[in-house]
């Protein structure tokens, strides 16, 4: 069974910064691509971003320049850092993966709040 368990999330002022993490299932870890989607109420689910196995990352336009994804294949985990938190961040993030059997996998989600 995979599993994805994210962690990080909570409330912060707009201005600061949040690390989100996401331990997945060493099984498929190391050959899964990696992301960060998020979900703000009434909204469509969206990419933040995205790690291959080979390390290239992708980010969607509303973060680049302010967010940064990471892996850890040791430790099985992806992160995403977060900086310049904006309220429009506010929203419900869920660790995603692709692993070979074609399937996606998606974490329970960590609220994050931007607020004064």
């Known amino acids: 069974q995979v599993q994805l368990v994210e962690s990080g999330g909570g409330l912060v002022q707009p201005g600061g910064s949040l690390r989100l993490s996401c331990a997945a299932s060493?099984?498929?870890?190391?050959?899964?691509?990696m992301g960060w989607y998020r979900q703000a109420p009434g909204k469509e689910r969206e990419l933040v971003a995205g790690?291959?196995?080979?390390?290239?990352?992708n980010y969607g336009d509303s973060v680049k320049g302010r967010f940064t994804i990471s892996r850890d294949n040791a430790k099985n985990t992806v992160y995403l850092q977060m900086n310049s938190l904006k309220p429009e961040d506010t929203a419900v993030y869920y660790c995603?993966?692709?692993?070979?059997?074609?399937?996606?996998?998606w974490g329970q989600g960590t609220q994050v709040t931007v607020s004064s």
């Open positions: 995603h993966s692709n692993p070979p059997n074609g399937r996606d996998y």
């Open positions: 060493r099984i498929f870890f190391v050959i899964s691509t």
């Open positions: 790690i291959t196995t080979s390390g290239r990352t």
